[in-house]
Structure formats: structure tokens, C-alpha cells
């Protein structure tokens, strides 16, 4: 059992389990019907992706010290109690079931599925 950290869209891997989207928006021209088919996700918990606000810092970050600026902002995002509560489930889970987490963006370096990792590592999760 464990968590894996995915890219959207791509090729589901054996063993990823349920496929959550922690991405602000569904992915536009796919039918809802479609999602999961189409390799995007199983269930959309938008709670756990930065606000629009943070995407479009992120989306705009060209340095180190604009990035870091983005993770420190996205890390207080998480720390808020309901945004705990959600990773400490999927911290949780992932000691009982094969689940992955994941965002649309090609590079996970510059990714908020990234730091999510980290934050659900920290939470005690099981990463693949």
C-alpha cells in the first residue's frame, strides 16, 4: 500500500489505485463522465491545490526566489485545519490502500504536486 505522486493525464502506472486530482480546475473539454477514462482522475479534491491566486504566482515564477516565495505561500495554505485534516487522511490511507495524487503540470519540480508530496510525507504517508 502506499501513495504515488502523478501527472494528470498520463498513463496510469499499476498499482496507483484511486487517482485523485489536486488541481483548482477539471480539465477543460473533457466531459466529467470522462475523467477518469481519460486517465485525469477519480475524484476531484480541489481543497488540496493552491489558490488561483498561488497557481498564477507559480505559473509566473522565473526565479528560485520567486518560487520559494510560492512554496511558502502554498505550505500556509495547507496548514490550515481543514487542509490538514485532508492530508492526514490521505496520510492515513496510503497505509491501507494504493492511492496516487496529482496535477496536470509536465515538470514536478516546479509543481505544487511536489511539495504536496513532501507535506504528506511529513503527515507520515507511505510514497511510493
Given at each position: 500500500?502506499?501513495?504515488?505522486?502523478?501527472?494528470?493525464?498520463?498513463p496510469r502506472?499499476?498499482?496507483?489505485?484511486?487517482?485523485?486530482?489536486?488541481?483548482?480546475?477539471?480539465?477543460?473539454?473533457?466531459?466529467?463522465?470522462?475523467?477518469?477514462?481519460?486517465?485525469?482522475?477519480?475524484?476531484?479534491?480541489?481543497?488540496?491545490?493552491?489558490?488561483?491566486?498561488?497557481?498564477?504566482?507559480?505559473?509566473?515564477?522565473?526565479?528560485?526566489?520567486?518560487?520559494?516565495?510560492?512554496?511558502?505561500?502554498?505550505?500556509?495554505?495547507?496548514?490550515?485545519?481543514?487542509?490538514?485534516?485532508?492530508?492526514?487522511?490521505l496520510?492515513?490511507?496510503?497505509?491501507?490502500?494504493?492511492?496516487?495524487?496529482?496535477?496536470?503540470?509536465?515538470?514536478?519540480?516546479?509543481?505544487?504536486?511536489?511539495?504536496?508530496?513532501?507535506l504528506?510525507?511529513?503527515?507520515?504517508?507511505?510514497?511510493?
Amino acid at each position: 500500500m502506499a501513495l504515488r505522486v502523478v501527472r494528470l493525464g498520463g498513463p496510469r502506472e499499476p498499482g496507483e489505485g484511486l487517482r485523485i486530482g489536486t488541481v483548482r480546475r477539471p480539465p477543460r473539454g473533457v466531459p466529467k463522465a470522462e475523467f477518469a477514462s481519460r486517465d485525469f482522475y477519480d475524484v476531484w479534491l480541489p481543497e488540496l491545490s493552491p489558490s488561483q491566486e498561488l497557481v498564477s504566482a507559480a505559473q509566473r515564477a522565473t526565479t528560485e526566489r520567486e518560487w520559494a516565495g510560492f512554496v511558502r505561500a502554498y505550505r500556509a495554505q495547507m496548514a490550515t485545519p481543514a487542509a490538514r485534516h485532508l492530508i492526514d487522511l490521505l496520510a492515513a490511507l496510503s497505509h491501507r490502500a494504493d492511492i496516487s495524487v496529482g496535477c496536470y503540470c509536465e515538470d514536478e519540480n516546479r509543481c505544487h504536486r511536489g511539495v504536496l508530496a513532501q507535506l504528506l510525507a511529513d503527515a507520515g504517508a507511505e510514497i511510493a
